[in-house]
């Protein structure tokens, strides 16, 4: 069983990965700044209270552990649609060398269907529902991507499409550019790949979209 650090554990798609991580028996540090309001109990789980954007929490929170998850958010409102991020690449560029100083080779990082070389494959009608939203902030995961895939770790990036909540169901993974699309795929499902890739990685220097 992997010792697994959650980088953005208490909501959305770090938390499920944090709950499925458990059940699979696997040690669980969930990183967050309100990890410790996390309403999870369980003697494998760590709730550590950091920030993504602090090196030394950063470093602290790489102590002892095997493969590093993450799944940083944000939310949607005007300042973020009108004026984007810069969350995702400012906090990979301090995980980054944070890793290669604790000698941890796993990440496993979720952006999104439309980030980097997958918003090419995008049809037309989704590109633009997609630019009015999200241009800006997938301009920031773009550059995340570009981060990781210039780093010498043992990356997976993981592209989920539509986020929907619910149980783990039946899901695809596609690695060819020809089947990337539009679509739907629950948190959970996310999770379930996330948490699959740490126990047997199948898809290492890849970048699927999930859907």
Not at 109 to 138: C, H, K, Q, W
Not at 183 to 192: F, T
């Amino acid at each position: 069983m992997a010792h697994v650090v959650v980088i953005g554990g208490s909501s959305g798609i770090g938390l499920e990965t944090v709950k499925l991580a458990l059940e699979r028996d696997h040690t669980v540090r969930a990183f967050a700044r309100s990890a410790s309001g996390i309403d999870l109990d369980h003697p494998k789980l760590e709730k550590f209270d950091g920030d993504a954007l602090d090196r030394d929490s950063v470093e602290a929170a790489l102590d002892g552990v095997d493969a590093v998850v993450q799944t940083l958010g944000i939310k949607l409102n005007p300042g973020t649609v009108l004026g984007g991020t810069e969350l995702f690449s400012k906090a990979t560029r301090i995980l980054i060398p944070a890793m290669k100083t604790k000698g941890v080779e796993r990440l496993i990082t979720v952006t999104g269907y439309g980030a980097g070389d997958s918003g090419e494959t995008m049809n037309p009608l989704n590109r633009i529902g997609f630019n009015a939203v999200f241009a800006r902030i997938y301009a920031d995961k773009s550059i995340q991507e570009t981060m990781i895939k210039d780093s010498d770790l043992d990356w997976t990036i993981a592209r989920p499409v539509v986020l929907t909540g619910g149980k783990c169901g039946s899901y695809n993974v596609r690695v060819e550019p020809s089947d990337w699309a539009m679509g739907m795929i629950s948190r959970a499902s996310v999770a379930d790949f996330l948490v699959s890739e740490i126990e047997n990685p199948q898809h290492i220097q890849q970048a699927p979209v999930l859907n």
